[in-house]
């Protein structure tokens, strides 16, 4: 008999995610307003929350689902990063060489990484390199955004009732992911994924991370890597395993390939989003929606017998979109 789950998180129940005027673009822009070119999908929505509109014109350079470890600057891009007027990147190195050509660009005008604002007993090391994911930790990604905005070109919309309102909504999403992972079975709380994209989630809210590759998408993943995954999806009866939505899901493919699924019953999971954002038709266009579907779809996961995996439709966070949800402007890209 199948089991229904059901989790209450009062915030979310009542939430509107407040995106009149929150628009932000991928690649075209105009001179009319101050502009702000920046890297990925995340940064740029992020800000489209925080600073007027009708001051500043935020866009980026990677579009929906693009991985950023991999991402290669065109001529068009770097046409964008000599028109643009303030860059922003995460840092950390996540954009590879396109962190080195902004570096180089833009010498001559503000560029700041979020990388930047954070403190170094904070960050998570890995063979002595910084994990560079750290947005999936929602305090620290909304702390480095509050010191981003006391820079001299944003400080005085640092305290507008627009960017406080989207601070405290942060605020909230980070309460309220934490009561849903806690409600996830203390040995069922681990996580195994394509990549190593979420491991400041996993120390924030008390999972332990598994993954194939390291925290860049471009390190390789070998036999060795698939074993050790497997043992542990055997010895703690890990239901189930999840792909992520910038990449392929061979690596999972692969994994899943060298279990005896009359031993363990062992399911692919639902995409989530590590590196960027989606399309508005798939539903994780802004942070808070990808943060919100992300721990649905692990909580769902990890918080049921094997037999209830599939086609299961439990929705925790309840967000609602106002009635001007934020622009999409992906296919107009002109890179």
């Given at each position: 008999m199948r089991r229904s789950v059901t989790y209450k998180i009062s915030f979310f129940t009542t939430l509107i995610v407040l995106m009149n005027s929150c628009d932000f673009k991928y690649?075209?822009?105009?001179?009319?307003?101050?502009?702000?070119?920046?890297?990925?999908?995340?940064?740029?929505?992020?800000?489209?929350?925080?600073?007027?509109?009708?001051?500043?014109?935020i866009f980026s350079l990677m579009g929906p689902g693009v991985d950023p470890h991999s991402y290669k600057a065109t001529?068009?891009?770097?046409?964008k990063i000599r028109d643009a007027d303030i860059l922003i990147s995460n840092g950390l190195y996540l954009e590879g060489k396109l962190e080195d050509i902004f570096l180089q660009?833009?010498?001559?005008?503000?560029?700041?990484?979020?990388?930047?604002?954070?403190?170094?007993?904070?960050?998570?090391?890995?063979?002595?390199?910084?994990?560079?994911?750290i947005w999936h930790d929602v305090a620290l990604w909304s702390n480095a955004l509050k010191a981003l905005i006391?820079?001299?070109?944003?400080?005085?919309?640092?305290?507008?009732?627009?960017s406080m309102r989207y601070l405290s909504q942060l605020d909230s999403l980070d309460n309220s992911i934490q009561k849903l992972i806690n409600s996830i079975p203390i040995k069922k709380r681990i996580l195994v994924t394509s990549h190593d994209a979420f491991s400041y989630y996993g120390k924030r809210y008390g999972l332990e991370i598994a993954a194939l590759q390291g925290f860049s998408t471009l390190a390789e993943f070998g036999i060795g890597d698939i074993k050790r995954i497997r043992e542990l999806v055997l010895k703690n009866e890990i239901p189930v395993v999840f792909p992520e939505h910038s990449l392929s899901d061979r690596s999972m493919r692969a994994l899943l390939s060298g279990i005896d699924q009359s031993q363990l019953k062992v399911s692919m999971g639902e995409q989530l989003y590590s590196d960027a954002l989606s399309t508005v038709d798939e539903g994780s266009h802004s942070y808070i929606l990808m943060l919100s579907n992300n721990t649905n779809t692990i909580t769902n996961g990890l918080s049921?017998?094997?037999?209830?995996i599939e086609?299961?439709?439990?929705?925790?966070?309840?967000?609602?979109?106002?009635?001007?949800?934020?622009?999409?402007?992906?296919?107009?890209?002109?890179?």
């Open positions: 690649g075209h822009h105009t001179k009319e307003k101050t502009q702000v070119l920046c890297t990925t999908g995340i940064i740029a929505e992020c800000l489209a929350n925080l600073l007027p509109s009708e001051k500043f014109e001529y068009g891009d770097i046409r660009l833009g010498k001559d005008k503000p560029h700041y990484m979020l990388g930047d604002f954070i403190n170094d007993n904070q960050l998570i090391y890995q063979q002595g390199q910084k994990d560079p994911h006391q820079v001299d070109e944003f400080k005085g919309y640092a305290n507008s009732e627009r049921v017998k094997h037999k209830d086609n299961r439709s439990v929705s925790h966070f309840k967000v609602l979109e106002s009635s001007s949800p934020l622009r999409n402007v992906a296919r107009n890209l002109s890179i």
